[in-house]
């Protein structure tokens, strides 16, 4: 079983590997929204707010433990 490394190494500066998930979470988020918004689903939602930011958590906690390979 091999893990990656929690550093990402980009033009020689290194960054948290959280970082990445965190904005693709956040992608996935504002697409999921404005799906929302555009099948009316959105006005059913009683805190839009704390729905969407678990989503946007969820979302990159997600993505960070299938990318360092933590599922396998």
């Given at each position: 079983m091999t893990?990656?490394?929690?550093?990402?190494?980009?033009?020689?500066?290194?960054?948290?590997?959280?970082?990445?998930?965190?904005?693709?979470?956040?992608?996935?988020?504002?697409?999921?929204?404005?799906?929302?918004?555009?099948?009316?689903?959105?006005r059913n939602l009683p805190l839009p707010a704390v729905f969407y930011s678990s989503i946007a958590v969820l979302a990159g906690i997600g993505i960070y433990v299938l990318w360092i390979g933590g599922l396998r």
């Amino acid at each position: 079983m091999t893990f990656r490394s929690s550093v990402v190494e980009l033009y020689g500066a290194a960054f948290p590997a959280w970082i990445f998930p965190a904005l693709v979470g956040l992608a996935l988020t504002l697409v999921l929204r404005e799906a929302f918004i555009l099948t009316g689903l959105s006005r059913n939602l009683p805190l839009p707010a704390v729905f969407y930011s678990s989503i946007a958590v969820l979302a990159g906690i997600g993505i960070y433990v299938l990318w360092i390979g933590g599922l396998r």
